[in-house]
């Protein structure tokens, strides 16, 4: 069995979304989700290694997942120009192969939208991170209005299949919280702005640690 996800059109996209994505504030959100991170970091789902810059100097080093061989090969080469020492290998974030309380910090950005099992994910989360550990998380979520979500389940018919397998509505934070960690900050807002109307603009950024 191969852990590769090939979405070879997204990959080719996905570099120039998020360039625009940072060019409208998404580069602030990354320091916001790295701030202080520290010691030995497991990030999944990875991409083209967009948080690599990102990371402070009291992270000691990054263990890089990404089952998209397109976007891992970008993660590679952003590795080799990162601060802090990042290594990419492929790998999905419901069957992590690392160790048992391996990591202080474990990182998702975008991604909880997109694997297959959630719940599955963050219990391997779970399982890699040191007791007290951190999960940093920056998703889109499901909004918090019934209009809101009402239009991010018409869009959600065809959104997958164009976004690699993203879903508009899931509800991450709540999710987090009820796999075994406690949310110690978080922050909700919608992306770009408070008045966007893009199904994937409500968005949560935050830390939970590992019970
Ligand atoms: C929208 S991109 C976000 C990439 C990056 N984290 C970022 O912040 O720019 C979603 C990423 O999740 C990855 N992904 C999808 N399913 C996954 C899984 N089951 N395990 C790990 N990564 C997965 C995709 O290959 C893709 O790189």
């Given at each position: 069995m191969t852990d590769d996800r ?38 999944v789902g ?19 997942l990404?089952p ?21 290998r492929p790998g999905l974030a419901e069957d992590l192969d690392v ?16 694997v297959r099992d959630?719940?599955r994910a963050l219990a391997e989360l779970?399982r890699a ?83």
């Amino acid at each position: 069995m191969t852990d590769d996800r090939r979405h070879p059109i997204f990959a080719r996209l996905y570099p120039r979304m998020d360039a625009a994505c940072a060019r409208a504030g998404g580069g602030e959100l990354r320091d916001e989700l790295l701030a202080s991170a520290r010691g030995r970091v497991l990030e999944v789902g990875a991409g083209h290694g967009a948080n690599f810059a990102h990371y402070p100097a009291t992270v000691t080093e990054v263990v890089a997942l990404e089952p998209e061989p397109t976007l891992r090969a970008r993660a590679e080469a952003a590795a080799r120009d990162a601060r802090v020492p990042a290594t990419v290998r492929p790998g999905l974030a419901e069957d992590l192969d690392v160790a048992d309380v391996s990591f202080d910090t474990a990182v998702v950005s975008l991604v909880l939208c997109s694997v297959r099992d959630p719940g599955r994910a963050l219990a391997e989360l779970r399982r890699a991170l040191r007791p007290g550990g951190e999960l940093r998380f920056y998703e889109h979520v499901r909004g918090d209005t019934p209009a809101m979500v009402r239009y991010q389940r018409a869009v959600d018919v065809v959104w997958p299949y164009v976004a690699a397998g993203c879903r508009l509505t899931r509800p991450t934070a709540d999710r987090i919280a009820a796999s075994g960690f406690t949310i110690r900050r978080r922050r909700d807002f919608r992306f770009p702005g408070e008045r966007s109307l893009h199904p994937a603009a409500p968005c949560v950024i935050g830390v939970a640690t590992r019970d």
